[in-house]
């Protein structure tokens, strides 16, 4: 079983050369540098040169986020991607598959898309969104709450309630076609205890990471959405006891007093990878 932890995939200004050379050493699974809303108009074409010229984060996994196909940067933006194939390209505001489809054209056959769910239109299209992946290389679903809430007019407040439905409409759409959800960042930056309870909410929806605006919040996302040591524990006893001779072939047995099923035996199979995986980051 291949895992890639996406625990932890930080927004960083394309524009800012520093901030680029600073990711290399930070601890987030995901570098993403950002040619789109943390970039100011004129500073476009320098941040898409540095991006591009960027060359990997080591074990990090390299995302770039172009500006949308309806700007006059979009085009350019994935062309220089195109060059510099980065592990995958984000773009904003997907809202249709034909979104996924011209930009796959400019893109070529390289990166995976990573697609932005941000608008009211995604939302009621996200099916069919998601059926263009085999086509399209489409590989995650990244959650844009502000752009959301914005153009829902809904005011979330510190438990997100009325994006919740949504953002389990978004794990229940990506974990149907095998496509990654990542939840959306939080604007707060500076409290640490908000954050770990957000990504403890993500978790709890389903979501296998979350995306981020500062590095002060790559230690809580990466905790949080880490396996325990607990549930790595149970997770190697379910496997072992399902390996033992004397299991063999059955369907359900009992573990430490309760009853587990072959569906037991694959979550924990899967947990003790995610473990293996973000231990082999180091």
Known sequence: MTIRPRRSALYMPASNARAIEKARSLACDVVMLDLEDAVAPEQKAAARDQAAAAGGFGRREWVIRVNGLDTEWGADDLAACRAAAPDAVLLPKVSSPDDLRQARALLGPGPALWAMIETARALVDLRAIAEAAAETGLAAFVVGPNDLAKELRVRPGVDRAPLLPILSRIVTVARAYGIAPLDGVMNAFD????????????????????????????APANRVFAPTAEEVAWAQRIVAAFDAPENAGKGAIKVDGKMVELLHRDDAQRTLAVAAAIADRG
């Open 191 to 218: 409290d640490d205890g908000a954050m770990a309870a957000e990504c403890a909410q993500g978790l709890a929806f389903g979501f296998d990471g979350k995306t981020l605006i500062h590095p002060n919040q790559i």
